[in-house]
């Protein structure tokens, strides 16, 4: 197979070739040179190389060099340069680059081909000795750190010995003689910690770099940054050798990072950040401080121009917003790389709208592009207004990824992950964040540098995440020691609480209060069009009025799971709960029942009342008793005296009742059938709640749910019970026109899946209890699944979570299989799903497929449900 593709005047092999071989960066290397854009010449290193790199045990296959020399011959006869040359010597880059952009994590190295010879020649060529001594040294530094392992830190301080000696504070103030005693003292630096030469040949250098590159795959921060992001199934990362063109040459030259338009609202408008005299990394590293693109015609006028020529070329060519980097050499912009951008969820929905308004894209495309997931973003929090006027605001910073964030202050990335996983809201506070940062910062509530510009490496990866941050707070003064930050003349530490404003990059003391957001404007736009094109239907699990609207408002279409426990929690009504649970006979039991019934009818009613004619699956009580008892004996003495029993009678019952695996045992279906009167008084609740709003001219449409059916005599029998308690309590009401209930049963045990077409002779329809289901269909109790979890998810064993996304191999086959069987008894069975899956994009997907009617899912989710069962059925 082909290893090597170059890109460049004589040729564009890799135009057309995917991601997949090429890596993003040298794909788009390569389409950019062929759409005609200015990009310096080089070639790619298949990520097919990388993965034989590995598989024959970290050795360069046979021939690679080979290719490699080939395509340095056409690049050096296309330049007119030759790799080592002591007179006009070519330098190239050599850059990491997977189908998937990994921003920081892989490693680059620039101004690779300079040694001794080479840099004199540099400097003659380009009469510019301190430009050539510079190079040499970041190219010593580079390679000693990315190729060598060595400790930067050996490098900074040679550095700092120069300055000294100086008397300057910038390294730009460095005098050329200057530059050229610090590249002696980096090779000597070098040549102590690795105890060789610093390479003098190019073309050993070329190589060590190359499988440097192929190395950065496998680092630790590589694979957990792959590992938070979900990313599976790649070969590994291309490399790109890429002739150097040089934004370190003077005030004229410079390099820039920018996106097409603004990544965090979206807004039509050209958005990055320079710096004048600099070379790539030096904006990344957040170093010194950019200024921003639109200052730039103050500095070169045409330059910004023929950027914005760019923007529009790209955005054309791709009809995607871009992320970009350039590099301006004495007055001459270089693109050196485009990719699509990173953006917020509040971004990608502007930015697909304004697209299908502009024509770049059409409708379905919009409603593909913006990743459901990101909805969450437009559906967090945000600060309350009033709150946010009265705040006590201590600095601004920028506003590097929207949201409102609240926490304590953690000051190194494991504290944030450990005080987080201890269930803390924390707030992360660093000078600048690394790529070692990432799982602190993923645990984080929001992030918060005093350093470090828009497209620092905080702001980015906080934006892909959708994760609050303030950047380049400058004025917060951070001690990691004494894990203290002062701003103001005031300080704060790992107990103090702050407020960040990701939107306006305000920073502010204490808790601000937060408040919900709206659907509107083209959210509510683009949630439209999703529902032009879904053909699954959306409903929602909700046990309250106020959940229930609030479901209505993001869409939902129904409810799908209405948890009558949660209902008796309540301080006024858990009372009667227990004194149910603890009745000796049917008698007392039913005396107590009759004291709930008001409630839950009341609580029907009012939900009824909020759906307004949709339909409500309200599951009969579902959870084994001894969770309404308390389990400490100072609070079973308070509970004794309420009820007048003694606590030894609490304590004994609550022993009975205790069970060595409560989710396998008497609850469910299994408590109606031993406590009928419990159904009763439930159902009783629902019917004279539908019968009230029916008086109310409201109308109610109730499904009863009977749930973790394992056989159909259960359901038969239950489905007896219900239907005979609806006649008396219609009969008892003296009601005579007619209710729409219908009765049907959840599917969470795997022998309902087996035997479903027995149980659907009873249904009138189904609901998929997937939380239940993964946990009998694995042998995975949900509670105590966290203790291996991480570690089957960390070995591979599972991909991801199973009580996350629905695990479609497996438990999949058992929904199917229920479908299927379902249907051939009912050909118009009613199937949905209700738990954690009906809310997840990857579970919907597989929900559509298997010929689901509705999905139900958390208020919040509905309108992520709504777009990813848009994008399933397109
Ligand atoms: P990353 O993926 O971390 O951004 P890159 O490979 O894009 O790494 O390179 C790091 C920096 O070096 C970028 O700012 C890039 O623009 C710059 N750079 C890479 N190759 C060249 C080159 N041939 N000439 C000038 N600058 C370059
Ligand atoms: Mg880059
Ligand atoms: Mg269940």
Known sequence: DKMVYYFGKTKTEGRGSSKAILGGKGLN??????IGLPVPPGFTITTAVCDAYYKSGEKMPKGLMDEVNEAVKTLEKELGKKFGDDANPLLVSVRSGAAV???????????????DAATEGLAKATKNERFAYDAYRRLINMFGDVVMGMDHHQFEKAFDDIKKKYKVSEDTEVPAEGLKQLCESYKAVYKKSTGEDFPQDPIKQLELSIMAVFGSWNTARAVRYREIEGIRGLLGTAVNVQSMVYGNMGDDSGTGVAFTRNPNTGENKFFGEFLINAQGEDVVAGIRTPQPVAEMPKWNRAVHKELIAIKKTLEDHYAEMQDIEFTIERGTLYMLQTRTGKRTG????????????EKLIDQKTAVLRVPANDLTQLLLPSFKPTARNAADVLTRGLPASPGASVGKLAFSAEEARERADAGEKVILVRKETSPEDVDGMNAAAGILTSTGGMTSHAAVVARGWGKCCVAGAGEVEINEKSKKIKVGGRTFGVKDIISLDGTTGEVMSGEVETQEPK???DFAKLMKWADEYRTLAIRTNADSPADSKRARDFGAEGIGLCRTEHMFFDPERITHMRSMILAQDEKDRRAALKKLLPFQRKDFEGIFKAMNGLPVTIRLLDPPLHEFL???SASQKIVAKELGVSANEIAKRGEALHESNPMLGHRGCRLSVTYPEILEMQVRAIVEAAINCAGKKIKAQPEIMIPLVGTANELELLRGKVEQTIEETKTAKKFSGTLDISIGTMIEIPRACLTANDIAAHADFFSFGTNDLTQMTFGYSRDDVNTFLPDYIHQEILEVDPFQSLDTSGVGQLVEMGV???????KDLKVGICGEHGGDPASITFCHEAGLNYVSCSPFRVPIARLAAAQAAL
């Open 29 to 34: 290397l390569a389409e950019m040179t062929a």
């Open 101 to 115: 952009s990994m921003p920081g994590m892989m490693n680059t190295i620039l101004n690779l081909g300079l040694n």
């Open 346 to 357: 509040v971004a990608a929905v502007k930015i697909a709208c304004d697209m299908v308004k």
């Open 519 to 521: 659907l509107s404007g």
């Open 630 to 632: 308390p389990h400490e």
């Open 820 to 826: 299927a069987k379902g249907r051939s008894v009912k």
